[in-house]
């Protein structure tokens, strides 16, 4: 345990350094390229002030995380424990290539010079065969189960077939709610620290550090998000773009699969499910009903259009996500 905290703590540490020096360093290249956000114009006024913000900042930390986890992983062979890190490369190749819709989606955006990437069924599909690839290539390699447990309960219900279904809406549904919260300054990446905070301790206090896997990438992640969170808090100075917000989406969910949890995640991911259902309540009452649930959904903008600052929704949010962490950890 002792060794493996220590691994924990430098993936956690170079990360943070090599995204912070990456995303210093990445923001006059992308002004510089012109890769800067388009603002709709039905969204509140004042961000309007936003156009021209730097996006795919979320390049920074993804490339800090695969250079950090990289160098642990050949530290790992040497060591004779790349077995180890099957869960850990699995995990990372979700979000990788999540992050790589994002890309494209993002390229798209700035193609057209508007803030309408990839089409939703196009993001949609691609999404669903990451999702499947993942899946596969996890129960070939033996790190799935298709017993669900029922958290704070011992009961572990086998679905057969049925997991994998739920388990493909878990991670395209996790995957886009992590996108939708990336609406606001600093939001999405302050309640993915909590998460991963969350996943840290697990690492250690639940499975007394008998999980690399879990220790590493929560570890990559803290660095990572306090890293970007230097030039991500309002007034943002870069923004992740679909890059980063699909790749934490697929490292999120992907490392609620490492400790075969996937309930978990909509627990401790309560604030982007709400982000979801916030959408899909509002496009439905108003297809049916012609009237609105909220002023402006996501829920975070909702809020906004209520008068609350930036940094208040930011905060309220990573407040209520430590609430729902310390309510999940009992139903570990």
Known sequence: MAELLIEFGIVCLVTLLLTALFTYFIIPILKGKKVSQHILEIGPRWHSSKEGTPTMGGIAFIMAILIALL???????????????????????????????????????????????????????????????????????GCLDTALHIPYTNINVELGVIYYVFALLTIVGMVNSVNLTDGIDGLA?????????????????????????????????????????IFNLHPARVFMGDTGSLFLGGAVVGTAFVIDEPIIVFIIGGMYVLESV?????????????????????????????GWKENKIVVVFSALTVVLCVIAWFGL
Request: one cysteine or more.
């Open 189 to 229: 990446s302050s309640v993915t620290l909590v998460v991963s905070i969350f996943f840290a301790l697990a690492a250690f206090l639940i499975y007394g550090g008998e999980n690399s896997a879990l220790a590493l990438m929560s570890g990559a992640l803290i660095g990572a998000m306090i890293g970007f969170l």
């Open 278 to 306: 916030s959408v899909i309540l509002q496009v439905g009452s108003f297809k049916i009903r012609h009237k609105r649930i909220f002023k402006m959904a996501p829920i975070h903008h909702h809020f906004e259009k209520c």
């Open 71 to 141: 160098g642990i992983a050949v530290w790992y062979v040497i060591d004779g424990k790349q077995k180890e890190l099957i869960p850990l490369a699995l995990t990372l190749s979700l979000a990788v290539m999540n992050g790589m819709i994002g890309f494209f989606d993002d390229f798209c955006k700035l193609m057209k010079k508007q803030n309408e990437g990839l089409k939703a069924y196009q993001k949609f599909a691609l999404q669903v065969i990451v999702a499947i690839i993942y899946l596969a290539v996890m129960r070939v390699c």
